[in-house]
């Protein structure tokens, strides 16, 4: 036990302190005993370790004459944050019960979650699949939202911050270092969940910080492996991706793409809000939360004008074929840097795991690379940038010969088979020519010879 905690059996007013649970930089959390309730709560200390000590009256000081003023601007900090917690109630953020002042020093008491940190609990149920890490991931951006819309945030979200209550619910904890999104604040820093901007004092900090801790939370629980340090990413980017390092088979590539963006290494380059953060991750709309309302997104930055509207719509309506919702941000962004339509789709393409459907899409837009501003020439013919007409698929194929190349694809590609299937669909004469055309997204030569052989072998059966 550190030098400074107090001893169990001590008490604080009514707690009677139990075990000391952890330690932080602003103070000790110990489990305690509320002696007139008989419930078992986390009592909270103010005790800053580099600027205070505490006395063999366990009363605490500042450590030195000039400690005295930090000291007591945090002690005030720590009761004013304590008073804004304790107004926050949803039930996947812990209670903040009381706070109080006691031995020269200032407490928080909070609920006990009962139940194992996340990092414990996920040992024997690994892996997890897509519904049980939404099923985790909905409530605390439900609780989020709450933080944030009162004009905080958490700035230390990581695994060992999330308890798993033993009902299965989440909750998150310790919001010793919430600070208002308007305060000059304090470098918080946990190595591969903090965004860069906690690096330093300056940073441009907000709801996208807790947003990319959180994502590196999901990022870990779904490859095993903590996130690069953001401070290694800004430069020179090297981490795999979530859509490169998870396993396909378990997650949908929209579930993975919305991982990827709120880990962006640059802050404006993330969802800027929970609920829109939900709505590419989840696919759910946000409950309505009281309190301050959060800004709106922001607005298409001018780079948009560059290119042509009608040439950036066809290439998000494109892009969503294969990344989902997220398709309109990662086209805004990649406008950002792109300095002509060419670059503009290689920069987007690269985001496309599936080699084949990388390649499509980078033939399908190979006729349209101009120069900015250059609007689009209209023509009387044909487009390859028009969306595929499904109606007209529908109609020269009946709908259990498409599921059934659907499914059979399915057995290569995955989910994309259906974009796939409906794509050959609008260009081939029979089922023949269908199967020869969607065979050509199979990378393996001898797996999509055999796919064409029994393909065509079966063409017209069940």
């Given at each position: 036990m550190?030098a400074q905690?107090?001893?169990?059996?001590?008490?604080?007013?009514?707690y009677?302190?139990?075990?000391?649970?952890?330690v932080g930089?602003?103070g000790?959390t110990?489990?305690?005993t509320?002696?007139?309730?008989?419930?078992?709560?986390?009592?909270?200390?103010?005790?800053p370790?580099?600027?205070?000590?505490?006395?063999?009256?366990q009363?605490?000081?500042p450590?030195t004459p000039d400690?005295?003023?930090d000291?007591?601007?945090?002690?005030?900090?720590?009761?004013?944050?304590?008073?804004?917690?304790?107004?926050?109630r949803h039930p996947n953020?812990v209670?903040v019960?009381?706070?109080f002042?006691?031995?020269?020093?200032a407490?928080?008491?909070?609920e006990y979650v009962?139940?194992d940190a996340l990092?414990e609990?996920?040992?024997?149920?690994r892996?997890?699949?897509?519904?049980?890490?939404?099923?985790?991931?909905?409530?605390?951006?439900?609780?989020?939202?709450?933080?944030?819309?009162?004009g905080?945030?958490?700035?230390d979200?990581k695994?060992g911050?999330i308890?798993i209550?033993?009902?299965?619910?989440p909750?998150?904890?310790?919001?010793?270092?919430?600070?208002?999104?308007?305060?000059?604040?304090?470098?918080?820093?946990t190595p591969?969940?903090?965004?860069f901007?906690?690096y330093?004092?300056?940073g441009k900090?907000?709801?996208?910080s807790?947003?990319?801790a959180?994502a590196?939370?999901?990022?870990w629980m779904?490859?095993g492996n903590?996130?690069?340090d953001a401070a290694?990413?800004?430069?020179?980017?090297s981490?795999?991706s979530?859509?490169?390092?998870?396993e396909r088979h378990r997650?949908?590539?929209v579930?993975l793409a919305?991982?990827?963006?709120?880990?962006?290494?640059?802050?404006?380059?993330?969802p800027?809000?929970?609920?829109e953060?939900?709505?590419?991750?989840?696919?759910?709309?946000p409950?309505?939360v009281k309190?301050?309302a959060?800004p709106?997104?922001?607005?298409p930055p001018?780079?948009?004008?560059a290119f042509d509207a009608g040439?950036?719509k066809q290439?998000?309506?494109?892009?969503?074929?294969?990344?989902g919702?997220?398709?309109?941000?990662m086209?805004r962004?990649?406008?950002?840097?792109?300095?002509?339509?060419?670059?503009?789709?290689?920069?987007?393409s690269?985001?496309?795991?599936?080699h084949g459907?990388?390649?499509?899409f980078?033939?399908h837009?190979?006729?349209?690379s101009?120069?900015?501003?250059?609007p689009q020439p209209q023509t009387g013919g044909?487009?390859?940038?028009?969306?595929p007409?499904?109606?007209?698929?529908?109609i020269?194929?009946p709908?259990e010969v498409?599921?059934?190349?659907?499914?059979r694809l399915?057995?290569y590609l995955g989910?994309v088979s259906r974009?796939?299937?409906?794509?050959?669909a609008v260009?081939?004469?029979?089922e023949?020519?269908?199967?020869?055309?969607?065979?050509?997204e199979?990378?393996?030569?001898?797996?999509?010879?055999?796919?064409?052989r029994r393909?065509l072998?079966?063409?017209?059966?069940?």
């Open positions: 550190p905690a107090l001893p169990a059996g001590h008490a604080v007013l009514e009677r302190i139990d075990k000391l649970l952890g930089g602003f000790l110990y489990l305690a509320d002696a007139n309730l008989n419930l078992r709560v986390a009592l909270k200390e103010y005790l370790g580099d600027i205070a000590l505490r006395g063999a009256d009363s605490i000081t450590s400690a005295a003023d000291f007591d601007w945090g002690k005030r900090r720590f009761l004013d944050e304590s008073r804004t917690l304790a107004s926050f953020i209670r019960m009381r706070f002042e006691a031995n020269g020093s407490y928080m008491v909070m009962e139940g990092p609990w996920i040992k024997p149920r892996p997890l699949d897509q519904a049980q890490i939404a099923a985790l991931a909905g409530p605390l951006l439900d609780g989020l939202e709450v933080v944030h819309s009162a905080y945030m958490h700035r979200i695994p911050n308890y209550r033993n009902d299965g619910s909750v998150l904890l310790d919001f010793g270092s919430a600070r208002q999104k308007n305060q000059e604040l304090t470098a918080i820093v591969g969940y903090a965004p901007e906690q330093h004092s300056q900090k907000g709801a996208w807790d947003l990319y959180l590196g939370v999901l990022y779904i490859t903590r996130p690069l290694a990413r800004v430069r020179e980017d981490m795999a979530a859509v490169q390092a998870a997650y949908a590539p579930f919305a991982i990827d963006w709120a880990l962006s290494p640059h802050e404006d380059s993330r800027q809000s929970a609920g953060w939900r709505q590419a991750l989840l696919g759910t709309a409950p309505e309190g301050e959060l709106p997104a922001k607005a001018p780079e948009h004008q040439f950036l290439v998000e309506s494109e892009l969503a074929q294969h990344l919702p997220i398709a309109p941000v086209v962004n990649a406008v950002k840097k792109a300095h002509s339509s060419g670059e503009l789709i290689h920069l987007l690269a985001d496309i795991t599936h459907l990388r390649l499509k980078e033939r837009f190979a006729e349209m101009r120069p900015l501003s250059q044909s487009s390859k940038l028009r969306e007409a499904t109606a007209s698929a529908a020269r194929f709908t498409l599921e059934r190349a659907e499914r399915s057995q989910p974009v796939v299937v409906k794509r050959a260009k081939a004469r029979d023949s020519e269908l199967y020869l055309l969607i065979a050509d199979i990378e393996d030569a001898a797996e999509r010879k055999a796919f064409i393909g072998s079966t063409s017209g059966k069940a």
